[in-house]
C-alpha cells in the first residue's frame, strides 16, 4: 500500500472526538477527587478537630487500672478494725516526666515533701513500670491539694489522685493480729498476680491483711480515657467496674482487747484469750504494740529502724511468736496425767521439806518455798504450786509419757491459726533430744531434766496462745476445737456474711473423778484460803478457776537465793497465769505473761482478771461498747 492511501484511510475526527473523551473522563474523576478530599478534609479537620487534635498531639486513649476496695476487717460485735478512708495522694507518672529531679524539686516548693517522701518514693520508683503512677505523698491536706491544683499545669506527669487509704481506727489494739498494709515491694511484684495489683500500691504485710490478702484484696476494674497533651483527661470512654474485696468479721471482741492493753500498761508481755466452747480467740494482744497506720502512708528507714531496733520490740508479736518455759501452769495438766495413767492417787499425800533429790544424788532441786510445804496431796500442791510433789510426779511418769500428755493439749505444736510465724513451742522428749543435739554426749537424756520438766523449765517451751487453749481444754473437760480467728467472710454472690465452721477434735479421755479433781484444785489457787492467787479471787462476781507460773530467765546456782530485789529487771523471771472462767461454764479461757514481770499470782493474775471481767461482765459506761456475750 502506498503512502496516499495510507493518508486516505486515517479518521482525523474520530481521533479528536476520542481525546476530548478521555480528557472529560479524567477533568470528572480529577474532581470528584478533589471533592472527596475536600469533604475528608472537613471531616477531620472541622467536623472533629478537638477529637483529632488530642489524639495527634496529646495522644491518645489511655487505659487506666481502677483498684478494688478492700475489704473491711471488724470484731465480732462489728466494731470496726480495719477500713478504708478517702484521701488525695500526689503521684507521679515517670514517662511524662522529662526531668525528674526537676519536678521533684520544684514540688518540694509547693508541697511539703518530708525526706521519708523522698526516700520511699525515689524506692518505689525503681520497682514500677515507666507507664504506672508512682505514688509521691500519701493522704495530701486540703491546703496541699488546693495549691497543687493552683499550679497543676506546669507538672507535666504529675498529679492528684483520689485513692482510698487503709485506716486503722483502734490504733495499736489490735496491731500484731489484725497486721497492716505496706507499699508493694519487688518482692511482693514477683509473687503475686500482676494484673490482679493493676492500680494497687500496697499489700497486706503481716497478720490477718496477709493471712487474708487474697479475701481482702478484690479485683482491679478499668476505664478507657481520652487525654489531652498535658495528660488531663478529657472524656471517659469505657468503664469496667471494680471487684471489691471481701469484709471479714473476726472472733476478737475489741472490748477485751482494749482491756488487755489497758491492764498490761505498755509491760512487755502478751495475752491469749480462747473460748473454751468453739476455739474462738478472744484476744490477742502483744505489748508494746505499735500504730498500724504509720505502714499505710509510709516509714521512712529512720522511722523503721527506730521501732526494729527499740529494746521492747514493738513489732515482736509475743502472743504467736513469743516462746516462753510454762513453769507451774501446766502442772494441772501433769495432775491429771498422774489420775488418768494411775501414777498416783489424788488423796496420797507428799511429804515437800523445801527439796528435792533423785536417789543417789546429792544435788537439791528446790521448791519455791524454801521451808516446805509439808504433808501434802494433788489438791495441795496444785493450789500452792508445790513443786516437790511436781518433781516426785514426774520422775514417776517419765519424759516421754509426759511429752505425750502434753502435747494432747496442743503443746508444743503449732495452733494452725495461720497468722504468723506463730513458734511450734517444744515439749521434750528423749527422741527430741537425740535429733535435737549433733555431739553423742548431749543427745543423752539426764534423770535431772525429767525433774524439772515437772514445773515447766527446762527444755520446754510455750506460747501464750497454746496455754491458753491448753487451759480451755481443761475448762472444757477434754472437749477440743482447734483454734479459729475467722467468725465470718463476706459471701462473693450474696453479699451475707457467711459463719465460718468450727472444727472439733476428738476430747481427751479421764474419768470425772480426775477432772473435778484437777479443776477443784485449780479453783482452789483462786478461791481458796491457801490459794496463791486468792487475792483476785476476793469480790469475784463469778467463780474462776486458775494457775500461776514463773518462766525462769537464768539459773540459780545451787547456793544461791533468788531474790527479786536485788536482781536486775532483765533477769527477774517471767510472770504467768493461765485461768479460765465461769468455773461450771467456762466461757473464755486466758493465758497472760509478762515478762521480767516475777510473782505470776502478784503481777499476772490480776490482769487475766481484768480481761475475764471485760468478757463476762456488762459493760460500764467508760468502756462505750455493748457485752462481749
Known amino acids: 500500500m502506498s503512502a496516499q492511501d495510507r493518508r486516505n484511510i486515517k479518521d482525523t475526527d474520530r481521533e479528536v472526538r476520542l481525546y476530548a473523551t478521555r480528557m472529560a473522563v479524567a477533568a470528572v474523576l480529577s474532581l470528584v477527587a478533589v471533592l472527596a478530599l475536600i469533604g475528608r478534609l472537613t471531616f477531620l479537620q472541622v467536623l472533629n478537630h478537638e477529637h483529632y487534635q488530642a489524639l495527634s498531639t496529646g495522644n491518645r486513649v489511655k487505659i487506666e487500672p481502677i483498684p478494688p476496695t478492700r475489704g473491711l476487717i471488724s470484731d465480732r460485735n462489728g466494731i470496726r478494725i480495719a477500713d478504708n478512708l478517702p484521701s488525695f495522694q500526689l503521684e507521679?507518672?515517670?514517662?511524662?516526666?522529662?526531668?525528674?529531679?526537676?519536678?521533684?524539686?520544684?514540688?518540694?516548693?509547693?508541697?511539703?515533701?518530708?525526706?521519708?517522701?523522698?526516700?520511699?518514693?525515689?524506692?518505689?520508683?525503681?520497682?514500677?513500670?515507666?507507664?504506672?503512677?508512682?505514688?509521691?505523698?500519701?493522704?495530701?491536706?486540703?491546703?496541699?491539694?488546693?495549691?497543687?491544683a493552683v499550679q497543676r499545669q506546669f507538672f507535666a506527669g504529675a498529679d492528684v489522685r483520689a485513692r482510698l487509704a487503709r485506716r486503722y481506727p483502734l490504733g495499736s489494739i489490735a496491731a500484731h493480729t489484725v497486721g497492716y498494709v505496706a507499699s508493694l515491694s519487688q518482692r511482693d511484684l514477683e509473687r503475686l498476680e500482676s494484673a490482679r495489683y493493676a492500680g494497687t500500691t500496697h499489700t497486706g504485710r503481716t497478720g490477718i491483711e496477709r493471712a487474708l490478702e487474697d479475701t481482702l484484696q478484690g479485683?482491679?476494674?478499668?476505664?478507657?480515657?481520652?487525654?489531652?497533651?498535658?495528660?488531663?483527661?478529657?472524656?471517659?470512654?469505657?468503664?469496667?467496674?471494680?471487684?471489691?474485696?471481701?469484709?471479714?468479721?473476726?472472733?476478737?471482741?475489741?472490748?477485751?482487747?482494749?482491756?488487755?492493753?489497758?491492764?498490761?500498761?505498755?509491760?512487755?508481755?502478751?495475752?491469749?484469750?480462747?473460748?473454751?466452747?468453739?476455739?474462738?480467740?478472744?484476744?490477742?494482744?502483744?505489748?508494746?504494740?505499735?500504730?498500724p497506720n504509720l505502714f499505710g502512708t509510709g516509714l521512712s528507714q529512720a522511722q523503721y529502724d527506730l521501732l526494729v531496733r527499740s529494746d521492747d520490740k514493738p513489732l515482736f508479736n509475743r502472743a504467736l511468736q513469743g516462746a516462753y518455759p510454762p513453769g507451774s501452769t501446766i502442772k494441772p495438766i501433769l495432775g491429771l496425767a498422774g489420775l488418768t495413767l494411775q501414777a498416783i492417787d489424788?488423796?496420797?499425800?507428799?511429804?515437800?521439806?523445801?527439796?528435792?533429790?533423785?536417789?543417789?544424788?546429792?544435788?537439791?532441786?528446790?521448791?519455791?518455798?524454801?521451808?516446805?510445804?509439808g504433808h501434802?496431796?494433788?489438791?495441795?500442791?496444785?493450789?500452792?504450786?508445790?513443786?516437790?510433789?511436781?518433781?516426785e510426779l514426774a520422775t514417776r511418769l517419765g519424759v516421754d509419757v509426759m511429752h505425750d500428755f502434753l502435747t494432747s493439749f496442743g503443746l508444743g505444736s503449732r495452733s494452725g491459726l495461720n497468722i504468723g510465724s506463730e513458734h511450734a513451742g517444744l515439749v521434750p522428749s528423749t527422741e527430741w533430744k537425740r535429733t535435737a543435739?549433733?555431739?553423742?554426749?548431749?543427745?543423752?537424756?539426764?534423770?535431772?531434766?525429767?525433774?524439772?520438766?515437772?514445773?515447766?523449765?527446762?527444755?520446754?517451751?510455750?506460747?501464750?496462745?497454746?496455754?491458753?487453749?491448753?487451759?480451755?481444754?481443761?475448762?472444757?473437760?477434754?472437749?477440743?476445737?482447734?483454734?479459729?480467728?475467722?467468725?465470718?467472710?463476706?459471701?462473693?454472690?450474696?453479699?451475707?456474711m457467711q459463719t465460718q465452721p468450727t472444727q472439733k477434735l476428738a476430747p481427751l479421755e479421764a474419768t470425772a473423778e480426775a477432772w473435778q479433781e484437777v479443776l477443784q484444785a485449780m479453783q482452789g489457787v483462786v478461791h481458796g484460803t491457801r490459794g496463791s492467787a486468792r487475792a483476785v479471787g476476793r469480790s469475784s462476781p463469778y467463780l474462776m478457776a486458775g494457775k500461776s507460773g514463773t518462766a525462769q530467765v537464768f539459773t540459780v546456782a545451787q547456793d544461791d537465793e533468788y531474790n527479786e530485789e536485788e536482781i536486775a529487771e532483765a533477769l527477774r523471771d517471767h510472770a504467768w497465769f493461765v485461768a479460765f472462767a465461769p468455773f461450771e461454764y467456762p466461757q473464755i479461757a486466758v493465758a497472760v505473761i509478762v515478762e521480767n514481770g516475777g510473782s505470776g499470782s502478784r503481777v499476772a493474775a490480776p490482769i487475766a482478771r481484768t480481761v475475764m471481767d471485760a468478757y463476762l461482765l456488762p459493760a460500764t459506761p467508760a468502756a462505750g461498747t455493748v457485752a462481749g456475750n
Open 92 to 148: 507521679i507518672t515517670p514517662e511524662d516526666v522529662d526531668d525528674l529531679n526537676e519536678t521533684l524539686a520544684r514540688l518540694g516548693h509547693v508541697i511539703t515533701l518530708s525526706d521519708g517522701d523522698l526516700e520511699r518514693f525515689r524506692r518505689d520508683y525503681k520497682r514500677h513500670r515507666r507507664f504506672e503512677p508512682v505514688p509521691l505523698k500519701y493522704q495530701l491536706t486540703d491546703d496541699e491539694v488546693a495549691q497543687f
Open 219 to 291: 479485683r482491679p476494674g478499668y476505664r478507657q480515657i481520652l487525654v489531652n497533651a498535658q495528660g488531663r483527661s478529657l472524656k471517659t470512654l469505657k468503664n469496667d467496674p471494680p471487684q471489691a474485696g471481701r469484709d471479714i468479721m473476726l472472733t476478737l471482741d475489741v472490748r477485751v482487747q482494749r482491756a488487755a492493753a489497758a491492764a498490761l500498761q505498755g509491760r512487755r508481755g502478751a495475752i491469749a484469750a480462747v473460748s473454751p466452747r468453739d476455739g474462738s480467740v478472744i484476744a490477742l494482744y502483744s505489748s508494746p504494740s505499735f500504730d
Open 346 to 373: 489424788g488423796t496420797e499425800t507428799h511429804w515437800c521439806p523445801g527439796y528435792f533429790q533423785l536417789p543417789g544424788d546429792s544435788h537439791r532441786y528446790r521448791d519455791w518455798k524454801p521451808q516446805g510445804h
Open 376 to 391: 501434802v496431796d494433788l489438791h495441795g500442791a496444785i493450789e500452792q504450786s508445790c513443786d516437790v510433789y511436781f518433781y
Open 437 to 496: 543435739f549433733r555431739r553423742r554426749a548431749d543427745q543423752v537424756w539426764f534423770p535431772g531434766e525429767t525433774v524439772i520438766a515437772g514445773i515447766g523449765q527446762g527444755y520446754m517451751l510455750s506460747t501464750p496462745l497454746q496455754l491458753a487453749r491448753a487451759t480451755a481444754i481443761l475448762g472444757a473437760r477434754g472437749e477440743r476445737y482447734a483454734p479459729r480467728i475467722v467468725e465470718a467472710v463476706r459471701g462473693e454472690e450474696d453479699g451475707r
